[in-house]
C-alpha cells in the first residue's frame, strides 16, 4: 500500500522566505511526527500528534516553527522567515497505534530544505 | 528525559565480517529500544525493537541487539556483513506514556569488497 509521502522533496528559499512542507501520512495512521536531520546530528525530534490529543510541540526550535494537522490526516510543517541554519531535511512519519512501541514508524522520504 | 548515544560516527568493515554498533541509552526505568536504518536514498526502516522480556532480540536482514541493564545499552550486531547492509544506523529510544522516540545522532556503516 502506499506508505507516508513527504513534498515537495526538494526546497530551495532564500533566507527570511516562509516555507510549508507537507506530510501525507498512511490512511489509518493516528500517530504522526515531525523531525529533522542535520548532518552529523541525527534525527532531530520536532512535534508529534496523536489523534484529537494537543500536540506534544517540545521540540519545535524555536517559534518561528508550526505544524498543524487538519482532519486528523496531513500535516503541514510551517518554517517561518527561514534561517540558513534551518537547512536540513525534515522527516515526517505516522504510525497505526497511540504508543509507537506497539507499531513502528513508518517514515517518509523527507523534504530536503536549502536555505540561501 | 531519556537520551541515546551512538559513540561511532562511522564504521567500515569488510564483506562477510562481523559487525556491532553501539548503543548507549539514559533512562531511569526499562526504556523501550530501536534499531532503524536508513539505507541510500531510502526512509528509515526499522530492523528491531525492544520492549521488555528476552534480552536478545532478533530483526531483519539478519541483524540482533541485545539488551543489557548494567551496561544500559542496546548493541546491534551481525555476523557477517553483506555489501548491502552499507547505510546509516539510528538507535533510539523511547519511554512509556511518552508518544516520541529519541533518536541517536546515528552510526554510518560502510562495507569494503
Known amino acids: 500500500g502506499a506508505g507516508v509521502s513527504q513534498s515537495p522533496s526538494n526546497k530551495v528559499t532564500e533566507k527570511g522566505k516562509d516555507v510549508e512542507l507537507r506530510c501525507d501520512p498512511i490512511?489509518?495512521?493516528?500517530?504522526l511526527y515531525w523531525y529533522r536531520q542535520s548532518l552529523g546530528q541525527g534525527l532531530e525530534f520536532l512535534i508529534y500528534?496523536?489523534?484529537?490529543?494537543?500536540?506534544?510541540k517540545s521540540g519545535l526550535p524555536s517559534d518561528r516553527f508550526s505544524a498543524e494537522r487538519t482532519g486528523g490526516s496531513v500535516s503541514t510543517l510551517t518554517i517561518q522567515r527561514t534561517q540558513q541554519e534551518d537547512s536540513a531535511v525534515y522527516l515526517c512519519?505516522?504510525?497505526?497505534?497511540?504508543?509507537?512501541?506497539?507499531?513502528?514508524?513508518?517514515f517518509g522520504n523527507g523534504t530536503r530544505l536549502t536555505v540561501t | 528525559a531519556q537520551s541515546v548515544t551512538q559513540p561511532d560516527i562511522h564504521i567500515t568493515v569488510s564483506e562477510g565480517a562481523s559487525l556491532e554498533l553501539r548503543c548507549n541509552y539514559s533512562?531511569?526505568?526499562?526504556?523501550?529500544l530501536f534499531w532503524y536504518v536508513q539505507s541510500p536514498g531510502q526512509g528509515l526502516q526499522l530492523l528491531l525493537k525492544y520492549f521488555s522480556g528476552d534480552t536478545l532480540v532478533q530483526g531483519i536482514k539478519g541483524f540482533e541487539a541485545e539488551f543489557k541493564r548494567s551496561q544500559s545499552s542496546f548493541n546491534l550486531r551481525k555476523p557477517s556483513v553483506h555489501w548491502s547492509d552499507a547505510a546509516e544506523y539510528f538507535c533510539?529510544?523511547?519511554?512509556?506514556?511518552?508518544?516520541?522516540?529519541?533518536f541517536g545522532k546515528g552510526t554510518k556503516l560502510s562495507v569494503k569488497p
Open positions: 500528534f496523536q489523534g484529537n490529543s494537543a500536540p506534544d
Open positions: 490512511s489509518g495512521h493516528t500517530a
Open positions: 512519519a505516522s504510525s497505526l497505534a497511540r504508543s509507537s512501541y506497539n507499531s513502528p514508524l513508518h
Open positions: 533512562y531511569g526505568a526499562t526504556p523501550y
Open positions: 533510539a529510544v523511547g519511554a512509556p506514556r511518552v508518544g516520541n522516540l529519541i
